[in-house]
């Protein structure tokens, strides 16, 4: 009940493609959900998040879907850039401690 | 100003031996979190701290694993009798508890590997 899962593993985008990653929970205790995105050797750093009562969140070229009903959240990146490439992960706040997704390889080729 | 900084960047051990892994939070955050992350895993939780007291050390996986923060400030990370097992990367996050808003800072992390 605590898990966050998470897909795809891994998304090959084209640049200027929108990259679409998903993750479910079941724990409805859940009040917070942050994207994390983390650039290999590095601590993942805050990209966006939201609140169960939001449908939805934009930052940016960077989307939050979010469906209580369903459990489900998605991220979506427009005009992806070479420089997005990194690896991204989705979390449920549970308590104060985050529970992480297994994470997406995110590769935007020019 | 500086943000989370952990040491040492890496760390290699022989299985059985002691280690302590440093973190230095970002100056003024109440709270402190450690996670472990394996290679290809997502950050999974080991212990937050509030001020001084761990306020949730259910993530820790057994009593070889033990954390401190004695001033409230700088956390250290204990493990005992390290095993194969235990090689990760150590997260250490910091955040600043001001009603809802409570988005954790995360450090570079330190990489251990057990012999």
């Known amino acids: 009940q605590q898990q966050v899962k998470q897909s795809p593993q891994s998304l090959i985008v084209q640049k200027g493609g929108i990259s679409i990653i998903n993750c479910a929970y079941e724990n409805t205790a859940f009040d917070y959900f942050p994207w994390y995105q983390q650039f290999p050797g590095k601590g993942p750093a805050l990209l966006i998040a939201i609140r169960p009562d939001v449908s939805e969140k934009k930052e940016g070229r960077f989307t939050i879907s979010f469906n209580k009903s369903a459990k489900q959240f998605s991220l979506h990146i427009m005009d992806s850039q070479p420089g997005d490439s990194a690896t991204y992960f989705c979390?449920?706040?549970?308590?104060?401690?985050?529970?992480f997704g297994t994470g997406t390889r995110l590769q935007v080729f020019p | 100003g500086a943000g989370v900084s952990q040491t040492p960047s890496n760390k290699v051990t022989e299985k059985g031996k002691y280690v302590e892994l440093r973190c230095d939070p970002i100056?003024?955050?109440?709270?402190l979190y450690w996670y472990r992350q394996s290679l290809g895993q997502g950050p999974e939780f080991l212990i937050y701290f509030q001020g001084t007291g761990a306020a949730d050390d259910s993530g820790l996986p057994n009593d070889r694993f033990f954390a401190v923060r004695p001033e409230g400030s700088v956390s250290t990370l204990k493990i005992q009798r390290t095993e194969r097992g235990d090689s990760a990367v150590y997260l250490c996050?910091?955040?600043?508890?001001?009603?809802?808003?409570?988005?954790?800072?995360f450090g570079p992390g330190t990489r251990l590997t057990v012999l």
């Open positions: 100056s003024g955050h109440t709270a």
């Open positions: 979390a449920a706040r549970s308590t104060d401690k985050l529970i």
């Open positions: 996050a910091s955040s600043f508890r001001q009603g809802t808003s409570n988005e954790q800072f």
